[in-house]
């Protein structure tokens, strides 16, 4: 199988789980020479039984600089995979995300209305637009797996959990907002809910949510990494909400429950124990 953004935080240890399994895969990435955005390239990667896309840009204070950039990344890139899947008769999981703005009810479904709430969501949700059109004309199997706020080990240093493990270390937590709550889901969890999609047969173009079913906020998430860490850490907060926050966020498992057998198994507090460990941040501060 083919594992596109095999370099990436979800794709570089879903490629290794895999290999675990004992499944042959072929990865690909941008930092290792592959312009998923090129048809070309894409053309020549070879063929395979399952294409697994877990590349593209995920920030979104950067999605708002450069649109026309995640368009290319997430969705152009998508094009081109679901067009070589087509072409070789595969299977298609698609690495999507939280995609449903606004919630109306908690916890939130997937047949909830789906929302833009900036540039990035509204490149995620083109790509689900081209899977859809892709299973109707080339009668591609499509799983979409929209991921709720994921964490884990090795995962990009501006985003929430890293930031509080780098102020773990430094002695001291900086945050704009201590309200906003999220359903955070760890990586192992993703990885897991990856490996079941893949082998899931269906005939259809389903998307299934992949959260822990339970939202924390902002203050709880600092509280529980600081414990981790078992050190004294000056947290503050500057109750500088953004504009457009989005309160609380819950997902509804029931239908990856369902699908996949598929249910989270690392609770957020074991969860932030054993990447406190990982990365350095256990006892940093003397």
């Known amino acids: ?27 690909v990435a941008r930092g290792l020479g592959t312009d998923l955005a090129s048809p070309e390239q ?12 877990a590349a593209g840009r995920t920030s979104v204070p950067a999605s708002h600089s450069d649109a026309e950039g995640f368009e290319r990344d997430n969705v152009v890139a998508v094009r081109n995979l679901l067009d070589l899947a087509g072409r070789t008769g595969a299977r298609f999981v698609q690495a999507g995300s ?32 081209a899977c859809a059109v892709a299973h109707r004309d080339l009668d591609t199997p499509v799983t979409v797996l929209r991921i709720f706020n994921v964490y884990g080990s090795g995962q990009r240093g501006d985003l929430l959990v890293p930031t509080i493990l780098a102020g773990i270390r430094r ?6 907002d201590a309200a906003p709550r999220r359903d955070f889901v760890h990586v192992d969890d993703v990885v897991d809910a990856f490996a079941r ?22 203050a709880e998430l600092v509280d529980l990494a600081v414990r981790a860490a078992r050190r004294e850490v000056r947290v503050r907060f500057a109750d500088r909400p953004r504009p457009t926050e989005i309160p609380d966020v819950v997902a509804d498992v029931r239908k990856a429950r369902a699908v996949l057998g598929w249910r989270p198994r690392v609770d957020l507090e074991s969860g932030l124990v054993d990447l406190v ?7 940093a501060v003397p």
Do not use: Q
Not at 110 to 128: L, V
Not at 277 to 283: P, V
């Open 1 to 27: 199988m083919l594992v596109a953004g095999c370099t990436g935080f979800i794709g570089s240890a879903l490629a290794a789980r895999l290999r675990r399994d004992g499944l042959s895969v072929v990865g």
């Open 42 to 53: 894409v053309r020549d990667l070879g063929v395979f039984d399952v294409v697994v896309n």
């Open 98 to 129: 939280y995609v449903y703005g606004m919630p109306r009810t908690l916890p939130i479904d997937e047949t909830h209305p789906i929302a833009a709430h900036n540039p990035y969501a509204a490149s995620k949700i083109a790509a689900e637009r």
């Open 171 to 176: 002695g001291e937590i900086r945050l704009a």
């Open 197 to 218: 999609a893949i082998g899931w047969r269906h005939g259809g173009c389903e998307v299934v949510n992949i959260g822990s079913g339970r939202s924390t906020s902002v």
């Open 277 to 283: 460990r990982a990365e350095g941040a256990e006892g």
